[in-house]
């Protein structure tokens, strides 16, 4: 299937790995020419590398934290006017909310919440203008399902869905759609640290975390990023103007809810 976005323009945040790569590979594969950012600037160059061998497309490295005033400002500047958008930031650590202090969640609100807003609020206009425009925002499965140690996460991400149901009624009419995709478990650098961290707390392996994981979901493995990317492409494509303010979850089965 033709996803209709060759030579449209993507900006993908925190794309030098993990899911975002996976959405930047899968976006790039389709014609999309590409400006990604990510803290790491090594890595975030060995990503736009690799894509560009991989499918010939243009791509743009920028190097900041998307949380931050000045990371946006410089992703924005490289790509002021984007037809895609794929918002994305690393989740704030596990822990027990007794010791987040307000700063810790404000970071998170920063990163997880307020970032993704700002930089809607910055490209909107632009697309409603073109009539076209694509946002995916990369959230989390614990928005359906929240998951203990994470309630960081948890608060900003719900926080930002809810912003999310509302403004995608408005902008409809105008062919940009926003919607939200939530992962599972995929076996990134995140779930990893996760698995160590609960680990350490139940006096047990990673190893053995990680099986119990995998066995704890019905498709019994972790998802692939190439998996994730495919359907940040779908929602991101031409055929997918009719899909807005959703929930996607990708997630191998893992909630139980029919709804």
Known sequence: MDLGIRGKTALVCAASKGLGKGCAMALAREGANLVITARGREALEATADEIRRATGVSVTAVAGDIATPE???????????????????????PGDFRDWTREDW???????????????????????????GRIVNITSGAVKMPIAEL?????????????????????????????NLLPGRFWTDRLRQNTEFNA?????????????????????????IEEFGAACAF???SHAGYITGQNLLIDGGAYPGTF
């Open 106 to 132: 404000l970071k998170a609100l920063d990163a997880n919440m307020l970032a993704p807003i700002e930089m809607i609020r910055a490209t909107l206009d632009g697309m409603i203008r073109r009539r076209f």
């Open 235 to 237: 929602l991101a494509s």
């Open 200 to 224: 350490r707390r139940q006096g047990r392996t990673p190893e053995e975390v990680k099986a119990a994981l995998e066995q704890a979901i019905p498709a019994k493995r972790f998802g692939t």
């Open 71 to 93: 990371g946006r400002a410089a992703a924005l500047a490289a790509c002021p006017e984007p037809d895609i958008l794929v918002n994305n930031a690393g989740g704030p650590p």
């Open 151 to 179: 309630g960081l996460s948890n608060g900003a991400r719900s926080g930002l869905t809810g912003f999310v149901a509302g403004l995608a009624r408005q902008v409809a009419q105008h062919n940009v759609t926003i919607n």
